[in-house]
């Protein structure tokens, strides 16, 4: 089987249509298609489902996908090794981040491995949803959750803790919940999914309640909503990373310390392709930011595969 057949497949699949591989591919999309057709005669058999607006794998599409994608990979590294030889470490990585977790706490990481890896271009999105990392041109993404995607390799860099905060002054006027059901008519800040009424698990001991809530500042964005709290409009149920330094100066105050609570999930995990080729500066990387969760003493030294993923994630 051609190489260069099962490399335009992998491409017409990690791009999602024919038009967009055509426009990566610097091909007409006549021809795209023409090829593929000629790949799926040589074959016998349908490789992509294709509608109006995307192209899906067959089950034997899958799997020379996978064959296609391992092979490119091999090439890639190979090319690597000859390109970088005796050079100091370059390349690109592509990186999704939580847009609270990434400003409040990966900013200074990234910032520290820039400085570490000059060469390197950091391509990072700060964005909140799960992205499908086959169809999207994203190396790595964190995210929020409790249990990670099967079909992605997932490094836990620790849990994640939300509290029931509020400004000092806040609560000095109109006092803070001494119960969970006191979050129903608190004046609430928080995110939530769009489109989705908003649930809020919370732990007390082996006891699992639920709440439902209706927040009265709702924002993907953690910095607006801090301000939020700090100006004393509500109580806020947030990730404590977002208010950490306002209560260690005691300009933020919590309840409900007694419980353990989750609005996306209880860990946040660093997701990839499993069998995606990492170049040598997408995995040091990986390498430098779990090592920069552990000194946090929230990352832990492993990894993870298995589970579904939560509802799109936060934080």
Request: proline share 4%; with cysteine.
């Amino acid at each position: 089987m051609d190489v260069n057949a099962l490399t335009l497949l992998v491409e017409i699949l990690d791009a999602g249509n024919l038009s967009e591989a055509a426009r990566r591919l610097k091909m007409s999309r006549a021809n795209v298609s023409y090829h593929l057709n000629q790949l799926e005669k040589s074959i016998g058999l349908q490789l992509v489902r294709r509608t109006t607006r995307r192209v899906e794998p067959t089950e034997i599409g899958l799997k020379l996908y996978e064959h296609g994608r391992a092979i490119q990979s091999a090439l890639l590294a190979a090319r690597e090794s000859v390109s970088t030889l005796g050079q100091s470490l370059q390349g690109r990585v592509r990186l999704s981040v939580p847009s609270g977790y990434g400003q409040l706490v990966m900013s200074d990481w990234l910032i520290a491995f820039k400085r570490q890896y000059p060469g390197i271009v950091l391509d990072v999105m700060f964005e909140n949803r799960v992205e499908d990392l086959m169809r999207d041109e994203v190396d790595i993404a964190v995210r929020v959750m409790s249990e990670p995607p099967q079909n992605l390799v997932a490094r836990d860099m620790g849990p994640v803790s939300y509290v029931a905060c509020a400004s000092a002054a806040y609560a000095a006027e109109h006092g803070m919940p001494s119960r969970l059901d006191d979050l129903r008519t608190a004046p609430l800040i928080t995110a939530a999914v769009v489109g989705r009424q908003l649930r809020i698990a919370a732990y007390l001991r082996d006891e699992r309640h639920e709440v439902l809530l209706e927040p009265t500042i709702i924002s993907e964005n953690f910095l607006f909503l801090r301000q939020a709290i700090l100006a004393g409009l509500g109580v806020g149920v947030v990730p404590d990373y977002v208010v950490h330094d306002d209560m260690r100066r005691g300009d933020v105050v919590t309840a409900l310390d007694a419980w353990r609570l989750s609005i996306f999930g209880t860990h946040m995990y660093m997701l990839y392709m499993p069998n995606r080729h990492h170049t040598r500066a997408a995995s040091t990387f990986i390498d430098f930011m779990l090592a920069e969760a552990r000194k946090t003493g929230r990352g832990a030294d492993l990894s993870a595969r298995g589970g579904h993923a939560d509802a799109p994630t936060g934080s």
